[in-house]
Nanobody
């Protein structure tokens, strides 16, 4: 079994900052990439940022220059530093990881339970 646990969400005023963390645990052989997605009420889940084990990243245009993704693959952890937050960043943020498990053949996508980020004055 593999689990992803997020932390760091909350309520913040516009212009503020938050840092999300996600730690993967369980029967992990190798993590290929980790990332963050978000889903606002009434909208589809969208990519925020991903980082690969080699260090390359993809960041959504809507958050580029404000959000930074980083990771410590030795600790199976990914972070999302969110600065200059806007009300439109309000959403549930989900951690995702592509993991090769010790107990299963192949690579699978795993999701965390989500953490709420609310940007409001």
């Amino acid at each position: 079994q593999v689990q992803l646990v997020e932390s760091g969400g909350g309520l913040v005023q516009p212009g503020g900052s938050l840092r999300l963390s996600c730690a993967a645990s369980g029967s992990i052989f190798r993590i290929n990439e980790m990332g963050w997605y978000r889903q606002a009420p009434g909208k589809q889940r969208e990519l925020v940022a991903i980082i690969r084990s080699g260090g390359t990243t993809n960041v959504a245009d809507s958050v580029k220059g404000r959000f930074t993704i980083s990771s410590d693959f030795a600790k199976n952890t990914v972070y999302l530093q969110m600065n200059s937050l806007k009300p439109e960043d309000t959403a549930v943020y989900y951690c995702n990881a592509d993991i090769r498990s010790i107990t299963r053949t192949g690579t699978y996508s795993y999701w965390g339970q989500g953490t709420q980020v609310t940007v409001s004055s």
